[in-house]
């Protein structure tokens, strides 16, 4: 059985700049947040989920 997934951005909490593209369950509950790297801002910032 195939599982449903979706694309999602990840976006920087500071700049609000779109930077990674990710995927995840489409039924999933929580958001994702990660810490990673920005380009714009150079430094490591806290990435959250937005839809496509």
């Known amino acids: 059985m195939k ?3 979706r694309f999602i951005f990840l976006v920087c909490t500071e700049c609000k ?3 990674y593209t990710t995927h995840k369950r489409q039924k999933a509950a929580y ?3 990660k810490k990673k790297y ?3 801002c150079r430094h490591h910032t806290d990435h ?3 839809k496509l």
């Open 3 to 5: 599982i449903k997934e």
């Open 17 to 19: 700049n779109r930077n």
């Open 31 to 33: 958001k994702l947040e």
């Open 38 to 40: 920005c380009p714009f």
């Open 48 to 50: 959250k989920e937005r």
